[in-house]
């Protein structure tokens, strides 16, 4: 009869050796899990704030070589515009417009970078984009119409047009 006891209490400690290494195998396996998760959502954060920063510095780009606004104008805190919304993500983005004369005729070197800076701390941004592009810098032009064939209204200023 010992011996019975004997193999019955070893096959319940068996049994709840086995038990607990499996916990601790799937307690393992669900933090690993749980941190891989984690890397995968601040890593899609990241994403996020890049393709922001590079919309806005393509943004401010577009603008500068349509001529809707100048280098100094777009340097400084980027303000919310027209449809957007103006959503709270664009407040603590700041773009830094830097020009410098090119080796080609008409063409300026412009240097948009748009920063993630909370606070205005440029010296460490959460997240940047550079975009650097030969531009044909607009002059602005005087609020006249401009000799335009398609408007139908060549040479004329806004007291000539017609209604």
Known sequence: MPSRLRNASSRR??????????????????????????????????LEQRRIA????????????????????????????????GTAEVSDWVLEVQTETSPFPNLTNVSVTAMLAPGGDIENPKSSFTLRQLV??????????????LSGMAGTGPEEAAP
């Open 54 to 85: 590079a919309d806005l510095a393509r943004s401010a780009m577009a603008r500068l070589e349509a001529g809707l606004a100048t280098p100094e104008t777009l340097s400084g805190p980027v303000r919310p515009e027209g449809d957007d919304g």
């Open 136 to 149: 044909r810098l607009a002059r602005r032009q005087p609020e006249t119409l401009q000799d335009d064939p």
């Open 13 to 46: 400690g068996g049994v709840l050796l086995e038990v607990l290494l499996a916990l601790v195998l799937f307690v393992s396996a669900a933090m690993a899990t749980l941190s891989v998760v984690d890397r995968l959502i601040e890593n899609s954060y990241t």
